[in-house]
């Protein structure tokens, strides 16, 4: 017992670098991991609250662009309330129903990041105001991200520019789904994979959320194609995708709740023991 | 020592208000920020108890991380150096280091210049791969870490000389 005793006197140093190194590697290993496995994070008080009073005062610097693109976004909006009345008195009773499933928060970036590979962002708003883990990011001008980890008055984001994310993409065109992930080459490009060969796909399509994903409705703009190419190991093609958005400089987003994801979770979670 | 404790205290908390605020915001060419808050490490007295710094190292890299949102890459990266760092001594002071006093903020001699040279590329150097982490962004990860380590040396000197106490 007194040499254990000695071991540990002698070694005290030696044996709390261990301790911590263990404890700073196991957190490096998980956050590298999987999804919303991430311990450390920006979503709390202090960084929370620092990166607020940053954002408040780099705000000030930025306030005509900002204004200028919500100017923007509310000439597009009402270019679309102009042009289709008709269409919305027409429109089908479920798609009009279906409108109501998906609730906006508005919410504001406080800390943005794009130069490593993985990628996070801090929001200002948190389960007080609604957000839960899962639901998606889109700014005026197309997606952002998806919620990470949620604290009571901040979020963080998993942004596109992130080697974790992934995303249900299509071409507008000819709705042709892929996925969207991204190769931490460049801030401006994503790249969508897994095209099919048999898509005609060509430089200068849109590409939009698809469908599939439960996070993003349909039809949100993500980007245009820049360049295509060809996997020749797996004969599906991959696409540059140049973001609309400007991920380098973000303030205004939107936060995206789908009401039924609770209930389609459920449904997917009962049927998953059977297949 | 209650004043080194102090000084100590006031350093780690200014040198991350430092990095937070200002030199995490840098992105020369769009992605090399300098990493100037090692200097706490560096500058920590050095004939002190050991365990104190690698505590002090840990927790100065575990609140980077939650900044940074980087996992625990910083802590990491801080508490090798930290652990390493009598090691750097030896190299660049000569083995006797411990019976002179070194003091690391003073004027720039070669030993000094070689040892902040070589903590902040081992450190940015472990930084980088915990945070790159795959082997195909192998070649980024030692891109960034040149340009990083001579970033950070040019802003760590000039901090160095900025607030070098003017007694004499």
Redesign the interface.
Known sequence: MQQIFNFIFKN??RL??LL??I??????V???SYHRS?V???A?I??GN??EQ?NEIETYFRLKQQNDKLAQENAALRKLLFNQKDSVFNLPKDSVKGYDKIEVIQSKII?N?Y????N?L?INSGSLKGVKPDMGVISSQGIVGVIEKVSSNYA?VISVLN?KSKINAKVKRTNHFGSLIWT?KN?GYVQLVEIPRLASVRKGDTIVTGGISKIFPENIPVGIIDKIYMDTKTNYYTVDVRLFNDM?NLNHVYIINNKDIDEINKLEAETKPNE | MNSTLLFNIIRFVFLIAAQVIIFNNINLFGFLNPYPYILFILLYPVNTNKSGLLIASFFLGLTMDIFSNSGGVHATACLILAQIRPAFFRFAFGLSYEYQTIKINDRLSPERFTFIFISILTHHLLLFLLEFFKFDFILDALLRTIGTTVFTLLVSILIIYLFKPTKK
């Open positions: 005290s140093n709390l670098f911590l190194l404890t700073s590697l196991t957190l490096v998980q956050s590298h991430q450390v994070n920006s709390n202090l960084s620092v990166y940053i800390n990041s130069n490593v590979p993985e996070y801090t963080t080697i931490a801030a380098t």
